[in-house]
């Protein structure tokens, strides 16, 4: 059955992409506990792969959702907020208010994403989210940068006071995200193909047919990322 519907009439042209306002096609109750009743208009996606039709997802308001993007589980998405590129929103994840995600970012938890507004000379704002590699990255205007690559171009902001709270909020994204690996991160065994599992006990990563082992920090690099 499905819970959404793309509507034709309210279509809106986002960088070049053709976003559809979704409408609700089933009752059901979020697990914020908001009631989502049949006919009601969510928010924006580009296709109806960027939103599941399982469980109770959903995407309100303006937010919008595109290209390879993929909301699903419990996770919710509304205010102005934006997740696009390869990015992957799902558990309990809640993405408000101005938040971008994209890229490479694997969210499935309150904890796992940051978002501090107004920032910078034209009061943006700045989301700090974990990716699938479980490092934080940096969505800022319309670039998604490396905590290294934001900390050289913040050195070109011209006001000391901006650039302080940038990295202000940066420490405090390292004390809010948390880049844990679970078994849905983990890459299979790059020796015999067996499935991974995460000790947190040592913070080390085995495989659970060979037994080869790696630190939670590296398991997942490959030569070809
Ligand atoms: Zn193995």
Redesign the pocket.
Known sequence: MKKFELTTEQKINWFGRTLYRIKACISFTTTSGDEVKAGDLGGFVEKESNLSHDGKAWVWGNAKVCGDAKVWGNAEVWGNAEVWGNAKVWGNAKVCGDAKVCGDASVFSTEHIFCVTPIGEYANSLTLFRTKHLEIKISFEIDVYTVDQFLKIIDGWCDDKQKSVAIAAIELAYKHIDLTPTSDDLKP?P????KAEYNADSDVVV?T????SADKKIWNSRVDD
């Open positions: 065994c020796f015999c193909g067996g495989c047919k060979c037994y080869a």
